[in-house]
């Protein structure tokens, strides 16, 4: 599959119109349903590829689009997250600058 293309499963012709936020490949048992003694055989069956990587963040990406920023009446949901998550990640780059700042009893 070269970039741009429609994943090797999907069918038109079955599927409808493509959807990003959508999973073509072989249905597999949720996550929620794994019993504990099944994990390890359930993450062998993952694709860990780096191509399989980027998928499944170009989903979730799509996924929370359609359900946060792209409907008619969107609130300011996605404007909060993307806030939230800028000030946690910007909090854990600068964490060990400001770990020296700390104020200490010395009594």
């Known amino acids: 599959m070269a970039f741009g293309d429609y994943p090797a499963e999907y069918n038109p012709k079955v599927h409808g119109p493509y959807d990003p936020a959508r999973y073509y490949g072989k249905a597999d048992v949720?996550?929620?349903q794994?019993?504990?003694g099944e994990i390890g055989a359930w993450l062998s069956r993952r694709n860990k590829s780096p191509q399989a990587i980027a998928g499944a963040f170009s989903r979730a990406w799509w996924r929370w689009q359609h359900k946060y920023v792209q409907p008619k009446r969107s609130g300011v949901a996605p404007f909060f997250q993307v806030t939230v998550a800028a000030m946690?990640?910007?909090y854990a780059i600068n964490y060990g600058k400001?770990?020296?700042h700390r104020n200490y009893k010395y009594h």
């Open 30 to 32: 949720p996550l929620g």
């Open 34 to 36: 794994v019993k504990v």
């Open 88 to 90: 946690t990640f910007f």
């Open 98 to 100: 400001m770990r020296h």
